[in-house]
């Protein structure tokens, strides 16, 4: 392992201007075992790239969500003159860009192709700014190393393939020169841009870190770590100094946002340590993630995550029969949907699933629907939110009686503990969401 060599990665905030690039080039500059950084598309500019494939607007207004595009480029590079080879690579992906705003529709690749320039076009700009820093640094397309399958809009990475790319292309190169690269993108097969989902920049860097064998992942966002819960709900939530890798994997999914879910993943394969920090004040500390677990058991934070669906299947047929799960969970699959939450009865099962907003591609299929009819009576419920406390060892009893009193104003569509000692998760109405956060987190966390 090349346990000395840290993949940092910044988020798009950290990323948003001149300035912001600016304070992640000094936090390079001040760790020299950083060798490959990832980075996000600046602030704004996926909002726009996701507008674009949706095509509905004419041909002027996609040109002008273009020209927005380039304005936000344009600030920054007024400012940092981009040396010849970066100039005329973001001009060229810049041409690529406009003529693919300009066509009348999308396949699905193209959505692909289309969102990927955000983290393309800010890894120029960030390596001049590394280079005016006295850094020296070079822009490496990540789709030449991270290769995944070819499912548009969220593509599994191929580990196997990504590893030996990576120990062929981008590994000999580290010695030299930082790497500055894209989060977010891959490419399969056929070299074909492919994207990993919405906040799929933190992943990418763990997968990177992973395949050369990296020692650690920076996480470098706009918040002093993973909090006990969002402290714009809460003042009284505190950044957690240290998290296993299965309670992170817990947090993320449900909801912390600072961190994509899947990020855990490789780092776990490798015992590679993740650290999560604020770009605004890297002197600030921030949240360890760790293989080992915690030595305290109990609960350590809730999340939530809004725009969830409770998708019931019902069926008399299920009564005593075998196989009905199986057939759900195959259309699902051939579906490539992610189902989170499980919960049954003798007749029917409860599948939480996530409805997330600006994703590329609805996440529930009218054709998947079509075929769950036709051997079951299908029910689709939107508008919840999904609450979850995380900790480690979590037993009902250690919260049941503040819980239960906590709860008893609100309508509990589903609740789901059990399955892990890590998360005790339950639906609660969207509108309700908020309060109940609050609630829980002052009965269960704030403690004197």
């Not at 605004?280 to 760790?290: F, K, S, V």
């Not at 419920?381 to 037993?395: D, F, K, R, Y």
């Not at 609100?410 to 969207?430: T, Y």
Request: hydrophobic residues 40%; aromatic residues 6%.
């Amino acid at each position: 392992m090349n346990s000395q060599y840290v993949v940092a990665k910044f988020g798009g905030t950290s990323v948003a201007d001149f300035e912001a690039m600016s304070r992640c080039a000094q936090i390079i500059k001040d760790n020299q075992n950083v060798k490959v950084v990832v980075v996000s598309a600046c602030a704004g500019v996926t909002n726009h790239l996701v507008t674009l494939t949706k095509q509905k607007d004419a041909l002027e207004e996609r040109l002008e969500i273009v020209a927005a595009v380039a304005d936000i480029q344009q600030k920054i590079i007024d400012e940092i003159a981009l040396d010849v080879d970066l100039a005329q690579g973001y001009e060229q992906t810049f041409s690529e860009f406009k003529q693919l705003a300009e066509l009348p529709a999308l396949n699905k690749q193209q959505c692909d192709e289309m969102l990927s320039f955000g983290e393309r076009f800010s890894s120029y700009l960030f390596t001049q700014i590394l280079r005016n820093t006295g850094i020296k640094s070079e822009r490496f397309d990540v789709r030449k190393v991270l290769k995944t399958d070819n499912q548009f809009g969220k593509a599994t990475p191929d580990v196997a393939a990504t590893r030996e790319a990576a120990q062929h292309h981008l590994l000999p190169l580290l010695e030299s020169a930082v790497q500055v690269t894209q989060g977010f993108i891959g490419s399969d097969q056929y070299n074909q841009t492919t994207t990993l989902g919405r906040g799929g920049s933190d992943y990418s860097a763990a997968l990177l870190a992973e395949a050369i064998e990296a020692g650690s992942v920076h996480i470098w966002t706009d918040v002093v770590g993973i909090f006990s819960t969002d402290p714009r709900l809460c003042q009284m939530a505190k950044p957690i100094p240290r998290l296993s890798f299965d309670e992170a994997a817990e947090m993320a999914t449900f909801g912390a946002k600072v961190l994509h879910p899947a990020t855990i993943l490789p780092a776990s394969r490798r015992g590679i340590s993740v650290f999560v920090g604020s770009s605004r004040d890297p002197l600030a500390g921030g949240t360890w993630i760790e293989r080992d677990k915690s030595a305290v058991p109990g609960i350590r934070a809730v999340t939530q995550r809004k725009n969830q669906i409770l998708l019931t299947l019902k069926s008399p047929e299920m009564l005593l029969a075998s196989g009905f799960l199986a057939r759900i969970f195959t259309i699902l699959s051939n579906y490539n949907i992610s189902v989170d939450l499980v919960t049954t009865s003798e007749i029917s099962v409860a599948l939480t699933l996530d409805n997330a907003l600006n994703a590329s591609r609805p996440e529930l299929d009218q054709d998947c629907l079509d075929e769950l009819n036709e051997f079951c009576h299908v029910t689709v419920e939107n508008n919840l939110t999904l609450v979850a406390l995380i900790g480690s060892e979590i037993q009902l009893k250690q919260c049941e009686l503040n819980l239960m009193q906590t709860l008893s104003d609100f309508d509990i569509r589903l609740i789901c503990h059990g399955a892990s000692k890590h998360n005790l998760c339950f639906l609660v109405d969207q509108a309700d969401s908020d309060t109940v956060v609050q609630t829980i987190h002052q009965k269960l966390l704030e403690v004197a």
